[in-house]
């Protein structure tokens, strides 16, 4: 006998099955220890004004919003949701007066959870600073992006930095394997191959969300396949309970479009794929920067990185051996930028594979590096007399632009004199290779090194 349909317009089964309590939550177990600020923050007992704020930084799907809400639920705090993509400076200002109601009249803390707060703008996270300062609200805000890139540092420095891990494929099993039998979730109403199983592990790359809507879509398609087959389909399984629908494998592979790669545009994968992908190029092996590169298109990579990373990689990795490169790779986000995607990953694959294949130097990078290491070790000096700005009324007076020698008057356009500070004279940061078209650069700076006294 088949088993009732899945109903169909309910809450997704990702809302259904989050935990709520700390106890049901999956993974990080490196925050849920005895004692950590985010026990300490549910224990019911621990209601004291005055409790850390806390931002909580880690891929999608990792349970910032599921670690906020059972701490609310189980210190028996008052709970308020925000998205930076919707809020504003007005509804956190309500927030912060409502809070402060609360605990007046009834003395009940706030926890304000701030989904994405690196949308925020600095203005509207400073709005965050008095409530989380002074105690109104328990601060919990959610990132998928470096705090400390995208948070500003009066609020960083107010709150404790917790960072998610992405699960385990342990983790997302008893993810699965609950939501499958929990009243909450399926309920029994199916039953989930060995082999379905292992697809949503891999799917899910990490993903509590992505694991339970790959498997409440694929059991939709199970149910259907029952009720078109009459309850005769026959399973690969020895296991499971007569007139149950058996998710397979081949269910999961319907109810999935395309393979998720394991790739997260803001987790350790997006870091991972872009650092494998610059390093294929500098290593001049087009195949794999093109496989990289492949990987960042399906999976929704933002172009307008790619190329901000190929532009850089024109000027870090091969600089003057090609000048070319830098033009072309501009040329690459440009033509991104103009005519968008799909059709934006054509000159994404021209501008990989000739950087990937053209002669390579990084002389220019080491060389401002070198500059930049002196410069902040206080190796600077004063500019020499000569080079100084002698426009302004009195210049002149200070002997400013005394004995500067206009190039233009040699016959070569090179005259020797000092450029450099006299505490840096002689220093070189610039180091041509004999690669490319920079084999020609360094043959005309030997000259006008020579020129220039050998400075």
Known sequence: MSS????????????RMRPVSLDEVAGQRHLLRSGSPIVALADPAATAPGAVSIILW?????????????????????????????????????????????????GQSTILFLDEI?????AQQDALL??????????????????????????????????????TDDDIGVLIDRAVTDPRGLGGA?????????????????????ALTGLEAAAAVAQSAEGHDGGAQE??????????PVVTADHVAQAVDRALLRYDRQGDEHYDVISAFIKSIRGSDPDAALHYLARMVEAGEDPRFIARRLVISAAEDIGLADPHALVIANAAADAVAFIGMPEGRIPLAEAT???????????????????????RAGGFGRVPVHLRDAHYPG????????????????????LPQQYLPDELDGRRYYNPKPLGAERDVAARLERIRRILGDR
Do not use: C
């Open 4 to 15: 009732a349909p899945l109903m169909s317009g309910q809450t997704p089964l990702a809302v």
């Open 58 to 106: 880690g891929p999608p799907g990792t349970g910032k919003t599921t670690l906020a809400q059972a701490i609310a639920r189980s210190s028996g705090r008052r709970f308020v949701e925000l998205s930076a993509i919707t809020a504003g400076v007005k509804d956190v200002r309500e927030v912060m007066q409502e809070a402060i109601t609360q605990r007046d009249l009834y």
């Open 118 to 122: 690196h949308r925020f703008t600095k």
């Open 130 to 167: 008095p409530g989380v300062e002074n105690g109104w609200v328990i601060l919990i805000a959610a990132t998928t992006e470096n705090p400390s890139f995208s948070v500003i540092s009066p609020l960083l420095s107010r709150s404790l930095l917790l960072t998610l891990q992405p699960l």
């Open 190 to 210: 199916v039953t989930v191959s060995a082999e379905a199983r292992a697809a949503l592990i891999r799917l899910a790359s990490g993903d509590a969300r992505r």
């Open 235 to 244: 399973t690969d399984e020895d296991d499971e309970d007569d007139g149950v």
């Open 353 to 375: 594979v000739y950087l990937a294949t053209t002669a390579k130097s990084n002389a220019a990078y080491l060389g401002i590096d070198a500059a930049i290491a002196d410069v």
């Open 395 to 414: 210049a002149k007076r200070l002997g400013h632009g005394r004995g500067y020698r206009y190039p233009h008057d040699s016959d070569v356009g090179v």
